[in-house]
């Protein structure tokens, strides 16, 4: 079986590896390396890196519109087309060309979370489950039919990190299980996505990182577990910009302008929000590393009082 596999970003790597594990990946389709760090140079994609150090082409269209990029694809002889977060939305050309056509990894329980981030936006909406979806690819964004699906649950404390992690290896598994039916001549059933339950996680722009203490604790406290590690929640802490690594909601009625210190101690700091308090534990001070709220007081004094 003639694999082509087409991802970008740290998240799809595993889903490379599973598939690597179980044909062949006669190509690898990545975005164009992208200028990165502070030197500003091309860095190559996480995918890329695994395609280079398995032996594996790689190829790096800036689209597929060209009949040029068609035709390369099409001179794989492709049996199959594997897409985890690509970043690239694929004709219905391209989609037709793979003998079985192309599957897609999605890190959500479809069709709740269609889009760019899923991972963050469950846990910034509250969401207690997520999950990941094999489907089918169509035109439409995230809106093919499911083949295999996988759910877990989302810890209480489980941040945007954790969350991708575990996602992305349960992504690899879903995708080997898939390419195990595939080979020994199962035909998948293809479901059809319901109406009903349809949302969206559009791309996270970083200035949505910055809090607004009039907003609810608990919806402040679930942006910083999605935030986390990017963009990292910011906000305004008695005059200073800190990042916010770690904290969380607190119900307790209180009087005080939103933004406004109730309490700072060795177990966080209380900042009054529009409702509840928000107890910070883990802050970043600009130019600095993550430390606890019991070290950064050692540095702001003022606030114990």
């Known amino acids: 079986m003639r694999i082509v596999f087409a991802g970008t970003p740290e998240f799809a790597v595993p889903c490379l590896r599973a598939a690597a594990g179980?044909?062949?990946?006669?190509?690898?389709?990545?975005?164009?390396?992208?200028?990165?760090?502070?030197?500003r140079g091309l860095a190559p994609s996480p995918v890329k890196l695994e395609a280079v150090q398995r032996g594996i082409p790689v190829?790096?269209?800036?689209?597929?519109?060209?009949?040029?990029?068609?035709?390369?694809?099409?001179?794989?002889?492709?049996?199959?087309?594997?897409?985890?977060?690509?970043?690239l939305i694929l004709p219905q050309?391209?989609?037709?060309?793979?003998?079985?056509?192309?599957?897609?990894v999605h890190a959500s329980l479809l069709p709740r979370w269609r889009g760019a981030a899923p991972i963050q936006r469950a846990i910034e909406a509250g969401d207690t489950r997520s999950g990941v979806c094999l489907m089918q690819m169509e035109k439409g964004l995230d809106t093919g039919p499911v083949l295999l699906a996988q759910a877990l649950d989302i810890g209480a404390n489980e941040t945007g990190g954790q969350l991708h992690?575990?996602?992305?290896?349960?992504?690899?598994?879903?995708?080997?299980?898939?390419?195990?039916?595939?080979?020994?001549?199962?035909?998948?059933?293809?479901?059809?996505?319901?109406?009903?339950?349809v949302t969206y996680a559009h791309k996270i722009d970083k200035t949505e990182a910055r809090l607004d203490w009039s907003r609810p604790a608990v919806a402040l406290a679930?942006?910083?577990?999605?935030?986390?590690?990017?963009?990292?929640?910011?906000?305004?802490?008695?005059?200073?910009?800190?990042r916010i690594h770690g904290a969380v909601a607190l119900d307790e009625a209180h009087a005080a302008l939103p933004g406004t210190v109730l309490r700072a101690g060795r177990d966080g700091i209380d900042v009054a929000c529009g409702t509840g308090a928000l107890r910070l534990r883990v802050l970043q001070r600009d130019g600095g590393k993550a430390i606890t709220a019991a070290d950064y007081l050692n540095a702001r004094r003022d606030l114990r009082a």
Not at 22 to 29: G, M, P, R, S, T
Not at 60 to 80: G, I, V
Request: charged share 20%; aromatic share 6%.
């Open 22 to 39: 179980k044909a062949e990946v006669v190509a690898v389709y990545t975005q164009p390396d992208r200028p990165a760090g502070r030197g």
């Open 59 to 87: 190829l790096q269209p800036e689209n597929f519109k060209s009949a040029l990029s068609k035709q390369a694809l099409r001179a794989l002889k492709p049996d199959l087309m594997v897409v985890v977060a690509y970043g």
């Open 93 to 104: 050309s391209v989609l037709d060309i793979p003998v079985h056509g192309c599957w897609n």
């Open 165 to 197: 992690d575990r996602l992305s290896a349960l992504g690899a598994q879903v995708l080997a299980d898939g390419l195990g039916l595939l080979r020994a001549s199962i035909r998948l059933p293809a479901y059809p996505q319901p109406d009903e339950g």
């Open 222 to 242: 679930n942006r910083v577990r999605a935030f986390n590690p990017w963009p990292m929640a910011e906000a305004q802490l008695a005059g200073e910009r800190v």
